[in-house]
Every structure is written in structure tokens, then in C-alpha cells.
């Protein structure tokens, strides 16, 4: 999975940036900054962390985002558990090669 350089959710832009010293200073693989219209990660590259935990932190911010947007409740259980799953799920979709956009496109 490639993580964006930019995500827009809801029609709203968000950078995506890799700042491995930030998340190792606070202790995180990851954070989203509303204020901001980021979302921080901690770089495989230079963390030590595993590319897939990443990735997988990634739609977790995503989440966070989109419960924010949508006002809903924002349990850090269920985006850590629900992030966890839809990583297996999109890991699956893409198992074949299939971008995920043409997934999505294929049925439209
Ligand atoms: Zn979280």
C-alpha cells in the first residue's frame, strides 16, 4: 500500500508528512492535527518500525478524521480495532495487484 502525500477526506486536504523524531517523542506511530490538515507518521524509513505498522497507522488517523468530520464517537478501541481490519481488508483487495481505485471503479 502507498501511503499518499495528500488525502482528501470529506473534500477536505490533508498533508501527510513523515516526522520520526515528533512520534518518537511523543511516544506514537502516529497523530492526525485537525488544526493543522496533516497527518504526522513516523517514517519506516528511519524509525525502525515496519512498513505494514505504518500503513496500517495511516487509516488509522484517517479514521480519527472521519469520526471527527462526521461527529461521531471517537473511541480509541474501536479506530485502533477498526483500523486494524480494514488494513486486512484493503491488504487482501491489493493482494492481486489491483489498485484500489480500479477495485472501487469496477462495479460503478
Ligand atoms: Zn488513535
Not at 96 to 99: N, V
Given at each position: 500500500m502507498n501511503i499518499p502525500e495528500v488525502i482528501v477526506i470529506a473534500g477536505k486536504r490533508f498533508d501527510v508528512v513523515f516526522d520520526t523524531p515528533c512520534c518518537i517523542k511523543e511516544k506514537v506511530y502516529g497523530r492526525a492535527e485537525y488544526d493543522q490538515c496533516r497527518i504526522v507518521l513516523a517514517n519506516p524509513e528511519d524509525s525502525g518500525y515496519h512498513r505494514s505498522l505504518i500503513e496500517e497507522t495511516f487509516i488509522h488517523e484517517c479514521l480519527h478524521i472521519i469520526n471527527s468530520i462526521m461527529s461521531y464517537d471517537d473511541k480509541e478501541n474501536v479506530v485502533h480495532g477498526t483500523a486494524e481490519l480494514l488494513y486486512q481488508v484493503f491488504q487482501q483487495i491489493l493482494a492481486?495487484?489491483?489498485?484500489l481505485i480500479k477495485f472501487v471503479e469496477a462495479d460503478v
Open positions: 492481486d495487484g489491483t489498485p
